[in-house]
T-cell receptor, first 115, second 115 residues
Framework: NAGVMQNPRHLVRRRGQEARLRCSPM?????VYWYRQLPEEGLKFMVY????????ESGMPKERFSAEFPKEGPSILRIQQVVRGDSAAYFC?????????????FGEGSRLTVL | KNQVEQSPQSLIILEGKNCTLQ??????????LRWYKQDTGRGPVSLTI?????NTKSNGRYTATLDADTKQSSLHITASQLSDSASYIC??????????????FGKGTHLIIQP
């Protein structure tokens, strides 16, 4: 049983381009969380989704960032018109229930570099 | 404001020695506390999950303790190995769900094991 799969592992974009990060949760998991991590910093919550629904997006910037978790297919974190400050590692985690009771399993992350 | 503070920020010890990492939190109401290990360039992996009623939990050479009265936790590593070199992250979960406030991450302790 594969764990949480994220791709791409590394992504380089120029300022103004779009970045799409994908996350396939573990089989049977319907809860997906996206986190962002800067060097030497802790993980910062961005968005919490369940199948086809955004439950909490309060950690995600209102401009340029969006997330979805369609009925079929992976969850997508989309960053439009990237800027250098978007350079970070983006981690996805999945759970079979709310994170206060369910165990979170993390992917290996997608590292975005904006030139 | 819910906060998780970890100490020390970084630690270097010799292979075979023991060490203890600290985590203090202000999260309330408290549901559970988790320790994760994050290898460089990888996603966090769960080591222990402790609920309010648990004082100690072990996972191999890792032993976590929890004092819910003083809001402190520690992670003790016995007979350290080179593979223990990683960041250790303390995560405290609010008793309400997995959204923005649901999980509060510490910045981690960066542990280096020297041969």
């Amino acid at each position: 049983n594969a764990g949480v799969m994220q791709n791409p592992r590394h992504l380089v974009r120029r300022r103004g381009q779009e970045a799409r990060l994908r996350c396939s949760p573990m089989k049977g998991h319907s809860h997906v969380y996206w986190y962002r991590q800067l060097p030497e910093e802790g993980l910062k919550f961005m968005v919490y989704l369940q199948k086809e629904n955004i439950i909490d997006e309060s950690g995600m910037p209102k401009e340029r960032f969006s997330a979805e978790f369609p009925k079929e297919g992976p969850s997508i974190l989309r960053i439009q018109q990237v800027v250098r400050g978007d350079s970070a590692a983006y981690f996805c985690a999945s759970s079979d229930r709310d994170a206060d009771t369910g165990e979170l399993f993390f992917g290996e992350g997608s590292r975005l570099t904006v030139l | 404001k819910n906060q998780v503070e970890q100490s020390p920020q970084s630690l270097i010890i010799l292979e075979g020695k023991n060490c203890t990492l600290q985590c203090n939190y202000t999260v309330s109401p408290f549901s559970n506390l988790r320790w994760y290990k994050q290898d460089t360039g990888r996603g966090p992996v769960s080591l222990t999950i402790m609920t309010f009623s648990e004082n100690t939990k072990s996972n191999g050479r890792y032993t976590a303790t929890l004092d819910a009265d003083t809001k402190q936790s520690s992670l003790h590593i016995t007979a350290s190995q080179l593979s223990d070199s990683a960041s250790y992250i303390c995560v405290v979960i609010l008793y309400s769900g997995g959204g923005a406030d649901g999980l509060t991450f510490g910045k981690g302790t960066h542990l280096i094991i020297q041969p």
